[in-house]
């Protein structure tokens, strides 16, 4: 018979044999961890799933965005309304044949102060055979701003325009007179040319070509011949 008011003592010892309970232990810390491990790695997963599918509606909202060009009037009252906006524009004849001067004047004119932003400028004006010309143009031995500024460093060439006149759809042939003063003080030399001059449609893309290209122009090829008379 067992003693009145005694107790079991606990057993010193995990029930069953040493190992099982050694293995279990083993293989339950292993599965946390290796569930810890899936877990991240899911996540990381998912994170990059989200970014991606972000990513790829930001590329097609970008993709179409439009410029349109508004036009602005000023009322009664000192308010500026929008009259209309242009989906399309399209510069009427009038716009591209200044817009050829303004060309050939930015392609020939050379001044101390401008001449870097004018060559910045002649290359977002030009594509295709034309971006090819100009370079050739600038790289010219009698025509290069930077080795004519090189030799005189107040050099001056200035571009004078004649007259513009429409050959056939969207080719103009700009005539000038290029005043060249290499140095102050001194006699200066003219000499005229004749420009042909196809333009093309580029239209607007992003919000800063309507203000450095409002006509939304570019030109596609050129030819330049220097006019007989010149000494």
Not at 50 to 71: D, G, H, K, N
Not at 116 to 129: E, F, H, K, P, Y
Not at 151 to 167: A, C, D
Request: net charge positive; with cysteine.
């Amino acid at each position: 018979m067992k003693p009145k008011g005694s107790r079991l003592a606990p057993p010193d010892h995990v029930p069953g044999p040493m190992e099982q309970a050694a293995a279990q232990a083993y293989f339950e810390r292993g599965s946390s961890q290796a569930m810890g491990a899936l877990y991240w790695r899911m996540t990381a997963i998912v994170c990059l799933l989200i970014v991606l599918v972000m990513a790829a509606l930001a590329t097609v909202i970008a993709s179409r965005q439009e410029v349109a060009v508004m036009q602005v009037s000023k009322d009664m009252s000192g308010e500026l309304q929008v009259v209309g906006v242009a989906r399309a524009f399209s510069p009427d004849e009038d716009s591209k044949m200044a817009w050829a001067a303004s060309y050939a004047q930015t392609l020939t004119e050379v001044t101390p102060a401008i001449w870097r932003r004018n060559v910045d400028r002649l290359v977002r004006l030009s594509t295709g055979v034309a971006l090819d010309q100009a370079r050739s143009y600038l790289h010219q031995q009698d025509t290069n701003p930077a080795a004519l500024l090189d030799k005189n460093p107040l050099y001056v060439r200035e571009f004078h325009r004649k007259s513009v006149n429409k050959v056939t759809d969207d080719t103009y042939l700009v005539r000038y007179d290029l005043v060249s003063r290499p140095q102050p003080n001194t006699a200066p030399s003219t000499k005229s040319f004749s420009m042909s001059l196809t333009l093309t449609s580029v239209g607007h893309k992003r919000r800063e070509d309507v203000f450095n290209n409002p006509a939304g122009l570019a030109a596609l090829n050129f030819s330049i011949s220097e006019e007989t008379g010149n000494q």
